[in-house]
């Protein structure tokens, strides 16, 4: 007997309901829409061929100054990151790298000589993303890595950044890039003036499957005169007294390094200085006339193929103990030719690739 006495109370409701939705489709039909919108704009849903936007109601255009966010009205609002796994648009495949790219803030560094640095920096942080999840909150990220920008950086201090956001986004994976232009100055080849070199420099602090390891990019930039080009117009002055010039070009090496756990600090300077004792062409900022004469003795006491700018940084990296894998990329800009030539050189596994970006050789050109 209850079961029938509910079913047919629920019937009974069904029936008043649907009676109900005839009577308010009906004053609906010649009520205005401001009269719609007043008794509930949700009414505007069940009338056919209905505009919401007509019957939607009149909204407050002032900005509320005085409004306040409580946790209450917080809970309120919508997280669709945090949404569930039916949200999930596409392939249910893990994401290697999700995130954020050019977050900008003033980062201090330390320097080789004792001195810190207030560098404008740009961030990049991302975390690996599990197939079962929907989405990531990239402001995490950010508010993650403000709780350390007060302090002077290091990659201790990036590991502490790292370790947050990782518990924060509840990620397995994850990485933290930051890139600035580091300035070192440097003195001119005899007229003893000196200017501020810049250098784009990139630190790299990445976790996977628990093993944390420290990167370091570097690129420098030189002047690479080309050995054949310099023996043919030494070849038209000696056989036929043809003034000739050899051509040379501004050139690009981007150097990458795993920094060793365990070892003596390796410095932004280090690395610098490394580069710079493999091929010594590097371009000049304060010139005057005897600079530029030694600038030009200089690169022909140095000719080299890109081939040779590859190896010869390869071996100055193969003698430095506080550096693991690494890879020389290096670009000469040519002024013989509409196209440049490039290397590639790797030491190890972590940078060897079977495909290349491929503007990873437009990235090298050095706009000053």
């Known amino acids: ?3 029938q006495t509910g079913a047919m109370d629920k019937q009974a409701k069904r029936e008043a309901a649907k009676a109900a939705l005839h009577a308010l489709r009906a004053w609906a ?36 100054e005085d409004f306040q966010v409580d946790e209450a009205y917080r809970d309120t609002l919508p997280d ?15 994401i290697q790298h999700v995130g954020i790219s050019n ?61 947050a956001y990782i518990a924060d986004l509840d990620s397995f994976d994850a990485r933290i890039q930051m890139r600035f232009s580091f300035p070192v100055k440097m003195p001119s080849l005899r007229s003893g003036l000196e200017g501020f070199q810049y250098y784009d420099i990139a630190l790299e602090l990445v976790e996977k499957n628990g093993v944390r390891r420290k990167f370091m990019h570097l690129d420098y930039v030189y002047s690479s005169t080309c050995p054949c080009s310099l023996e043919l117009s030494e070849h038209a002055r000696r056989t036929r007294q043809q003034l000739a010039t050899p051509h040379s070009q501004r050139s690009v090496a981007r150097i990458s390094v795993e920094v060793l756990p365990n070892q003596a600090c390796l410095w932004f300077e280090d690395l610098i200085d490394l580069a710079r004792s493999a091929v010594a062409t590097e371009t000049q900022v304060m010139v005057k006339r005897e ?11 140095n000719p080299i193929f890109v081939e040779d700018a590859a190896r010869l940084f390869c071996e100055a990296l193969q003698g ?13 800009q040519e002024s013989l030719h509409s ?3 490039v290397s590639v050189l790797t030491q190890g596994d972590t940078f060897d690739a079977q495909s290349l970006d491929p503007r990873l050789f437009a990235s090298l050109i050095h706009v000053g």
Do not use: C, W
């Open 320 to 332: 430095e103990p506080r550096v693991g894998d690494f890879r020389v990329v290096a670009s000469h």
């Open 103 to 163: 977050f900008r803030l003033p980062i201090r560094f330390h320097t080789r000589d004792n001195g810190d640095l207030t560098l404008e920096t740009s961030v990049t942080g991302t975390v690996s993303l599990e197939a079962e999840k929907k989405g990531i909150n990239m402001s995490r990220i950010m508010r993650s890595f403000y709780k350390h920008a007060e302090q002077t950086f290091s990659f201790d201090v990036i590991e502490t950044a790292l370790d």
């Open 80 to 94: 669709l990151q945090n949404g569930p796994e039916s949200l999930i648009k596409g392939a249910r495949q893990q």
């Open 339 to 341: 196209h440049d030539a």
């Open 29 to 64: 039909e010649d009520a205005t829409p401001t009269e719609v919108a007043e008794l509930d704009p949700a009414i505007s849903r069940l009338l056919p061929h209905s505009d919401d936007f007509a019957n939607y109601p009149a909204l407050r255009r002032a900005y509320p």
């Open 291 to 301: 600079d530029e004469q030694a600038f030009a003795e200089l690169n022909a006491a």
């Open 1 to 3: 007997m209850n079961i």
